[in-house]
């Protein structure tokens, strides 16, 4: 499978059957490495209602029947009204699916929609396991994301609104992922990081393999 990163906290997950996006974020984000019209996927992951992560969720999913995925009350305030197909879950729950599976995991940050959670996704696909971290500070919830055994973990390092890179070395520490991938910086002044820094300074203390990938890069698995 693949796995392409279009900038900020948006991924394609590429399998031989299915494309599923997180955080769609394509609009308005001059770092993107794609249009939301250029894509056709079939599912749509957001794991919180700001608009860095919703982004153009609802008119992809509208222009390519793709459903959604998020927690119960995002779906019901932001894109059941919208008519488009969605999935409803909430923290702890694990959904079989068409390419595997998903659960929804705890993030600690604000949703942005009033009773919501925010949360992070580890999504099964082709025997792998993909945990997108969301926006989140450093939360010990994160030490049972070992007993997933995760192969790419990918982790926001902006700092000021999620976890900077000295908190994300911690989060490996406890995820233990075979594979890091840096998101959430460079995208507004204010969340820049050198995310090969982050990559040394994991490596440096043998706790993952890091890749740093510009949008529009992709990670073969
Ligand atoms: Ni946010
Ligand atoms: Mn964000």
Known sequence: MKIEFLGHACFLLESS????????FLTGNKLAAKKADQLVVDYIFVTHGHDDHVGDAISIAKRTGATIVAVVEIVRHLFAPADVKTLAGNIGGRQKAPFGSFKFVPANHGSGVPGALSCGFVIEVEGKKIYHAGD???????????????????????????????DAVKAVELIKPKCVIPMHYNTFPVINQNPHAFKEEVERRN???????????????
């Open 136 to 166: 989140t500070g450093l939360v010990s919830e994160m030490c049972f994301l070992a007993d997933e055994q995760i192969d790419v973990a990918l982790l926001p390092i902006g700092d000021y609104y999620t976890m900077g890179p000295q």
């Open 207 to 221: 706790l993952s393999r890091v890749v740093v990938l510009s949008p529009g890069q992709v990670l073969e698995l």
């Open 17 to 24: 059957g299915y494309k599923l996006l997180v955080d769609p």
